[in-house]
Each structure stands twice: as structure tokens, then as C-alpha cells.
């Protein structure tokens, strides 16, 4: 249960930490903060191909 707590705890501090850094020096300008489409269209294939390793993982590993 520590562990747990512990785990909790840090991420909360990094989220506090973070938060403001990444507000403070987001890009700002005409593209704002949009992901550029050459990323975006490999998403998908990533999250399938993760969901059937996980998969093969779950009932081979």
C-alpha cells in the first residue's frame, strides 16, 4: 500500500511541475498546438498493433 501511495504522490508532483512548464512554453502561432497530420496517421496502426501484441502476449506469454 506505501508503494501505491509513493506512486500517487510523484505522479501528482510531476503533474503540478509539468503542467505549467509545458502551458509556458507551448507553441503558440497559426498552428497552435495541433499534432501535424504525418503523426497522426501512423496512430492507429501503432494502437492496433499494440492491442494484438498485447494480445499475443496475454495468451502466449
Not at 497522426?40 to 502466449?60: A, D, E, G, H, N
Amino acid at each position: 500500500m506505501a508503494t501505491l501511495v509513493t506512486i500517487l504522490v510523484v505522479l501528482f508532483l510531476v503533474l503540478i511541475v509539468l503542467v505549467p512548464l509545458l502551458e509556458k512554453y507551448a507553441k503558440t502561432g497559426e498552428r497552435g498546438g495541433r499534432i501535424p497530420a504525418n503523426i497522426t496517421r501512423f496512430i492507429f496502426p501503432l494502437l492496433i498493433l499494440m492491442v494484438v501484441l498485447q494480445l499475443i502476449y496475454y495468451y502466449f506469454g
